[in-house]
């Protein structure tokens, strides 16, 4: 049985640069047709993202970060053990990706995904409410399209 | 010589905030201040917009509070093209609401703050969170994992979507509810209800005696103006009603309609602070000082529950006479926010129970697309943290030429910054500064649950995420932050 997998591009669709997680995920679902990839455009919080990869065997979290060293627009790579340093609260609301995917590995193991890899493009620090991204993110969103088409091909 | 102290990021919170507490020669508090220090104005990104776009658009306002913009917009735009909500219509905008209320409540009460109490104050705030309750007492985090999910399934039903929902529309809703799809509502809100009594179980019976000299320290007490919505029974109501003010001695100063809250809320600048504070305008602005004097006012479920004659419920209303035979009425008692929170997720679920009752909730009509054009809109609701206005003014093409939006955190944050002051003022005392100041200023200012993003219009609801990355031999290589 071949592995399923969740590709969820994650944002806001009016802040700028934040949406560049669904302009991936857009772009691959022009592009991907396999039955065992599932790809989703989520603006939703922690718990949310973490409930929608709950019963895939591969899970690819696409999302923006801000970065004090790297310039906009980069694309790094990275597994939940990365950012599990800073497992906290910062949000009063909601809670992080890190402990939303704590708590399910505490309460329900079996059901996450056995690889979680998370792919972020690099934004600063400005959030103006905005539909247009810059060419500096925009470019790496088509950048890590082709990325991760090839990623999910060699797979299905 | 002063000194001054500074504590941030404030944690659990959404956006940029830091508190600063200055102290005197004496080593006392002298000043303390919640400041907001991201500012991105949403107001004039809704501008040439169109009306009917607005309920969608102002629910990225923040992914947490999404179900509060969408409906208080959706209640504006109804206005603004002159359309009378049909009876179908309103009772499914009520009953998704309130789903909304208890999802939001439960997320706040059982994930973030409920481990300020369960678990000791004095350890360090970093381990002071959802995990460690779940360690601990992983039957509440469980409890409160049913009662989300089971909301969550609710909005899905009839909102579209959790979050961003997309169901409210000028007139009425999109979808209709089948009668399959009330059963499994019922179905769920029962669960609710058991698991509502639950949760005012665990804070009657062990987080109150618990914390009882906390919650009764004069130092977490403020005696202000409350004000939320009711309806013509003078019972406080999520979804619509009149502006209803009450003193600090809990008697009625003010009653409005919606489209009249510039006359009675004008809103204080600070420089330090890009978010506003609003006060009442003809008590006046007179500083950060509470009393009948001072025009600052609260919301939430603590003012809601003191602007209200009763509870809807009849379990609810036993529960909100606890409370008041406990704390008084009106209760000042900053940390009863929590306690209130609780009460309105039972009364909620009673509410809905009510509302699936009758079967004009699965009726076919469900919009009116009749009205005349007015081109001004007010919509307000309580949202999950107090009294939310959207104000639209469009042109004769239905575009927004001007839009304001009052939130609930904003008219709080004259109280934060009080709340935060006193508690810091229990905690240093003549030079000495007890390891518990920093939680119990964030144990203070989160009975609020401030919601720093709708405060500012800045950031979405989102995650906000820390990391440091390290290169295979564990060396920092990297720090980033979203």
Redesign the interface.
């Known amino acids: 049985m071949k592995e399923r997998t969740i590709i969820i591009g994650?944002?806001?669709?009016?802040?700028g640069d934040?949406a560049a997680g669904l302009h991936v995920a857009r772009i691959l679902k022009k592009m991907i047709r396999g039955e065992n990839v599932t790809i989703k455009e989520s603006?939703?919080?922690?718990?949310?993202?973490v409930e929608e990869i709950i019963g895939f065997d591969k899970a690819i979290i696409v999302?923006?970060?801000?970065?004090?060293?790297?310039p906009k627009g980069k694309i790094?790579k990275?597994t939940p053990n990365?950012?599990k340093?800073?497992?906290?609260?910062?949000?009063?609301?909601?809670?992080?990706?890190?402990?939303a995917l704590?708590?399910y590995e505490?309460?329900m193991p079996e059901k996450l995904p056995r690889e979680i890899i998370i792919y972020?493009i690099?934004t600063d620090r400005s959030?103006?409410?905005?539909e247009k991204m810059s060419s500096e993110v925009e470019n790496a969103v088509n950048k890590l399209a082709k990325t991760l088409l090839k990623e999910v091909s060699e797979v299905d | 010589m002063s000194r001054f102290i500074v504590i941030e990021?404030a944690?659990?919170?959404?956006g940029e905030a830091k508190i600063s507490i200055f102290l005197d020669e004496n080593g006392n508090v002298k000043d303390a201040f919640f400041q907001v220090i991201?500012l991105?104005?949403?107001e004039?990104?809704c501008i040439g917009r169109p009306v009917e776009e607005m309920p969608r658009?102002t629910s990225?306002i923040c992914?947490?509070?999404s179900w509060a913009h969408h409906m208080a917009s959706a209640k504006a735009a109804d206005v603004i093209f002159g359309r009378d909500v049909t009876e179908t219509a309103r009772r499914i905008r009520e009953l998704s609401y309130n789903a909304h209320i208890i999802y939001?409540h439960t997320?706040?009460f059982y994930?973030?703050a409920a481990a300020d109490f369960l678990l000791s104050p004095d350890i360090f705030p970093?381990r002071r969170?959802?995990?460690g309750l779940?360690?601990e007492r992983?039957e509440i985090?469980?409890q409160a994992?049913k009662l989300?999910l089971n909301t969550?399934r609710i909005q899905e039903i009839v909102g579209g979507k959790?979050?961003?929902p997309t169901a409210m529309i000028p007139g009425g809703v999109s979808k209709r509810i089948s009668l399959e799809e009330r059963d499994e509502i019922a179905k769920l809100v029962r669960e609710n209800l058991e698991l509502a009594e639950k949760g005012l179980e665990l804070f009657e019976n062990e987080i109150y005696k618990k914390f009882k000299d906390e919650i009764l320290a004069e130092e977490n007490i403020l005696r202000t103006y409350y004000v939320g919505l009711v309806d013509e029974h003078d019972c406080y109501n999520f979804y619509d009603g009149v502006i209803k003010v009450v003193d600090p001695n809990g008697k009625e100063y003010a009653k409005f309609k919606s489209h009249k809250y510039r006359d009675h809320i004008a809103e204080h600048v600070e420089s330090w602070c890009y978010s506003k504070f609003p006060y009442l305008k003809n008590i006046g602005w007179k500083g950060f000082i509470d009393g009948a004097e001072s025009g600052i006012y609260r919301v939430g479920p603590l003012a809601r529950l003191n602007v209200t004659d009763d509870c809807f419920g009849e379990k609810a209303n036993e529960h909100l006479k606890k409370m008041r035979e406990e704390l008084g009425n009106p209760v000042h008692h900053t940390l009863a926010f929590h306690w209130a929170r609780l009460i309105e997720i039972l009364d909620a679920s009673e509410r809905m129970l009510e509302l699936l009752s009758d079967d004009t909730i699965i009726g076919g009509d469900i919009l009116n697309t009749e009205g005349e054009y007015v081109g001004e809109g007010v919509g307000v609701v309580e949202a999950p943290r107090g009294l939310l206005i959207h104000h639209y003014i469009a042109d004769e093409n239905g575009l927004v030429k001007n839009a304001n939006i009052i939130v609930a955190t904003t008219c709080n944050m004259a109280a934060i910054n009080l709340s935060v002051k006193n508690a810091a003022k229990r905690y240093i005392k003549e030079g000495k500064i007890s390891d518990k100041v920093l939680n119990m200023v964030e144990i203070a200012f989160?009975a609020y649950?401030?919601?720093?993003a709708c405060a500012t219009h800045?950031?979405?609801?989102?995650?906000?995420?820390?990391?440091?990355?390290?290169d295979s031999e564990g060396n920092v290589v990297?720090?980033?932050?979203?």
């Open positions: 994650i944002g806001n669709p009016i802040l934040d603006s939703e919080g922690s718990f949310d993202i999302d923006t970060i801000q970065s004090e060293n790297l790094v990275l990365n950012l340093e800073n497992v906290h609260l910062v949000n009063l609301h909601d809670i992080d990706m890190m402990t704590k708590i505490e309460t972020a690099t959030k103006a409410f905005s | 990021p944690s659990r919170l959404e991201e991105r104005g949403f004039q990104f658009i990225r992914g947490v509070c939001s997320i706040h994930v973030m970093s969170n959802v995990i779940l360690k992983p985090v469980k994992f989300r969550k959790a979050t961003h989160r649950d401030p919601c720093l800045s950031l979405p609801g989102l995650m906000n995420i820390s990391l440091t990355i390290y990297k720090r980033l932050r979203k």
